[in-house]
């Protein structure tokens, strides 16, 4: 696993964990039961302060990306999120919000928009639904 944090970036240290390792099981590159490293081992590698990668590793398990096994370990979830249809639709709504706001900023044409969201689209596998 490779996370790589940007300490002059306006996104949080911990936000930027959980987005790299989010995309990171989206795309495949981490799979259902491998092994994340410990907060310390994870902190000390990055480097981050083990609250910070703490608080990041509750996100991902809130989201039911990980799950945390006393005495085991963290690993990546097996299954889908356990969050209601409606809060996932809602959550991806808010996040194509975000991204109309800064195409307009820039100026993109709808076309540009959604030829950037299928080009985006084929990097990642398809969900399966439940």
Do not use: C, W
């Not at 690993?75 to 307009?104: C, H, K, M, N, Y």
């Not at 959604?114 to 596998?125: G, N, W």
Request: no cysteine.
């Amino acid at each position: 696993m490779s996370i790589r944090l940007s300490a002059s970036s306006a996104v949080p240290i911990y936000r930027q964990i959980v987005d790299q390792v989010s995309q990171q099981i989206a795309s495949g590159r981490l799979k259902p039961g491998d092994r994340l490293p410990s907060v310390r081992e994870m902190a000390r590698a990055l480097p981050a302060n083990q609250n910070t990668v703490l608080k990041a590793y509750e996100m991902l398990e809130r989201d039911g990306l990980i799950e945390r096994r006393h005495g085991d370990g963290t690993f990546i979830a097996e299954g889908g999120s356990p969050l209601r249809l409606s809060e996932r639709r809602r959550r991806i709504a808010d996040a194509l919000t975000q991204a109309v706001v800064l195409a307009r900023h820039y100026r993109l044409s709808d076309d540009e928009v959604r030829r950037a969201l299928d080009e985006q689209l084929t990097h990642f596998p398809k969900a399966t639904q439940e």
